[in-house]
Structures are given as structure tokens and as C-alpha cells.
């Protein structure tokens, strides 16, 4: 496609259930972000792919959330046992190397009810 | 580990005055710097770039930074702010940790009066 893609666009579910997020980036694209933007917060990093190296979890709130990037092209974002907490805009990014612009998702408006 | 400050949360400035959004790092060397606009509804779009050179950066839609070392800042500017220009503005920093890793600040909201 010719943009980041993501899905689904809006996501209501209730706490304690687990979600999936899905990213698929711009073809090509080697790096892969994922951000999260809380109501009238920036953008806190989540995890980042690069490639075939080890992602870089550091981001990641807690043992809740996981992620991974199948053949190096679409990434799943998951979360387990939803929080009221986690409820924001979760946005996805990719770059065609590690250092170049980022192209931004539309994201993922996730409400935990 | 890079970090990065926006210390203004709200700015209102009136159509046709200039405009300053401040950005300040933190980082042991020079990073690569950005400054990305999200506009209500929409995604968010690179307005420009610094990695290494001329200090003064040009971006789109009329806007420019400059990369201060000796003050870890890199601030935007416009001589001349239009009405669509009202957006929330965020500063980024890519520098290499353990890994490479992007940060962003925690954003400017720019309203701009009639």
C-alpha cells in the first residue's frame, strides 16, 4: 500500500480481556515503531524493530504487552488483561532504514471499558 | 539514554505574528533531530530534519530550526503563523543506545487567533 496501515481504526473492549493491534508498514521498510498517545499526552515509545535484529523493548509498560513482526513486515501489538490505563491512541511507524523519517499509521484508538 | 523537552504545553499566537517552539535534548553527542506536526484528525508529518551540516534547517510549509549545540536546542520556528498552522507539534530525538531508538517530546499545542 502506499502508506502504513493499521487495524482496526477503533477498539472497545472490556478490562481484562486481551486485544491485538495490527501494523502493516510501508513495503520495504525495515524499521518498525510502535508509540502510544494517552489524551493530551505525547508520544511515549513502545517498541522498535530493526530489520532481523532484536527488538528493543524497553518501552513496553509492563509483562502485558508484547509485540512481535512477522517476516519483517507486519507487526502485532498485544496486550493482556486490558486496563482502564490502557486506553489511548496506539500508532505504528515505519522508516526504510533506521535513521530516515518516519511514516506515520492513522492508529489504533483502543478504549478499555 | 536520549531524552527530550518541550516546556511549553500551549502557545497562542496571532495569525501573521512569528513563532518560536522550544526543544531542548539531552544527549552525549549530537543526535539526529526532528520536528513532526499532528493536525486534529490527522496523522503525524515530518515538517523537517537536522542530521549533520548547516544548522539552519528548512522545512515544509515555511518552517525552519535551528540546532544550537551549546544550548542542546532545537527550536522551530515561522515568520508568519496562517490559521491552518494550529496543530500539535512534536520534537523528536534519534540517537543510538544499546540500539537506535526515536523519542519524542511530549508536545506543543499551537493555537492561532483570527
Known amino acids: 500500500g502506499a502508506g502504513v496501515s493499521q487495524s482496526p481504526s477503533n477498539k472497545v473492549t472490556e478490562k481484562g480481556k486481551d486485544v491485538e493491534l495490527r501494523c502493516d508498514p510501508i513495503?520495504?521498510?525495515?524499521?518498525l515503531y510502535w508509540y502510544r498517545q494517552s489524551l493530551g499526552q505525547g508520544l511515549e515509545f513502545l517498541i522498535y524493530f530493526q530489520g532481523n535484529s532484536a527488538p528493543d523493548k524497553s518501552g513496553l509498560p509492563s509483562d502485558r504487552f508484547s509485540a512481535e513482526r512477522t517476516g519483517g513486515s507486519v507487526s502485532t501489538l498485544t496486550i493482556q488483561r486490558t486496563q482502564q490505563e490502557d486506553s489511548a491512541v496506539y500508532l505504528c511507524a515505519s522508516s526504510l532504514t533506521r535513521d530516515s523519517p518516519l511514516h506515520f499509521g492513522n492508529g489504533t484508538r483502543l478504549t478499555v471499558t | 539514554a536520549q531524552s527530550v523537552t518541550q516546556p511549553d504545553i500551549h502557545i497562542t499566537v496571532s495569525e501573521g505574528a512569528s513563532l518560536e517552539l522550544r526543544c531542548n535534548y539531552s544527549y552525549g553527542a549530537t543526535p539526529y533531530l526532528f520536528w513532526y506536526v499532528q493536525s486534529p484528525g490527522q496523522g503525524l508529518q515530518l515538517l523537517l530534519k537536522y542530521f549533520s551540516g548547516d544548522t539552519l534547517v528548512q522545512g515544509i510549509k515555511g518552517f525552519e530550526a535551528e540546532f544550537k549545540r551549546s544550548q542542546s536546542s532545537f527550536n522551530l520556528r515561522k515568520p508568519s503563523v496562517h490559521w491552518s498552522d494550529a496543530a500539535e507539534y512534536f520534537c523528536a530525538v534519534g540517537a543510538y543506545d544499546s540500539s537506535y531508538k526515536l523519542i519524542f517530546g511530549s508536545g506543543t499545542r499551537l493555537l492561532v487567533r483570527p
Open positions: 513495503s520495504g521498510h525495515t524499521a
